[in-house]
T-cell receptor, first 112, second 115 residues
């Protein structure tokens, strides 16, 4: 079965400093992986997705993630945090041909 | 995403009442989903539908039912609401690009409170 584990439930960074949100996956075959963001009182928005074309995936708003098969990781990064990045982030794996499995989420706080 | 709308956005009801949450989409997608979100648990799939005649149970379908009235409409019902169904409910749609990869587009959510 495919699953994801988000290693931190809360992350706090100062504005202008790097962001690292960690995600490990478990998959019996080459996975499809996604990062979604949820701003307060909003639906989920796709940040980026891993399609196996390249291990470094660039997404919207300056975010990127690197697929590392040897470490079974798909961490989300951004070089410089902005106040508007404060949100909840979900790492997601395609768990079957028809379903996605969501991680438990990481709440990102950006301090001024 | 404005292409996926949910009504109502907020609802407070009492135990035992029947509740319907509605979802409409203008994206032209065949696939639609209902999820619930609880703090610390991420999103869990309740039901999904790949076309009007294809309805499937997800991870947590007990206590829920769905209706796919048209390609663009997918409703979730709680036949007899109970307090542990208090949650944030999301509708989503997806395209199908073939192969293994597809993107889901989410509505703004419905916050349901069962007293």
């Amino acid at each position: 079965a495919q699953s994801v584990t988000q290693l931190d439930s809360h992350v706090s960074v100062s504005e202008g400093t790097p962001v690292l949100l960690r995600c490990n996956y478990s998959s019996s075959y080459s996975p499809s992986l996604f990062w979604y963001v949820q701003h307060p009182n909003k639906g989920l928005q796709l940040l980026l997705k891993y399609t196996s074309a390249a291990t470094l995936v660039k997404g919207i708003n300056g975010f990127e993630a690197e697929f590392k098969k040897s470490e079974t990781s798909f961490h989300l990064t951004k070089p410089s945090a902005h106040m508007s990045d404060a949100a909840e982030y979900f790492c997601v794996v395609r768990s079957s041909a028809r379903q996605l499995t969501f991680g438990s989420g990481t709440q990102l706080t950006v301090l001024p | 995403d404005a292409d996926v709308t949910q009504t109502p956005r907020n609802r407070i009801t009492k135990t035992g009442k029947r509740i319907m949450l509605e979802c409409s989409q203008t994206k032209g997608h065949d696939r639609m989903y209902w999820y619930r979100q609880d703090p610390g648990l991420g999103l869990r799939l309740i039901y999904y539908s790949f076309d009007v005649k294809d309805i499937n149970k997800g991870e947590i379908s007990d206590g829920y039912s769905v209706s796919r009235q048209a390609q663009a409409k997918f409703s979730l019902s709680l036949e007899s609401a109970i307090p542990n169904q208090t949650a944030l409910y999301f509708c989503a749609t997806s395209d199908w690009t073939g192969g293994a990869f597809y993107t889901q587009y989410f509505g703004p959510g419905t916050r349901l409170t069962v007293l």
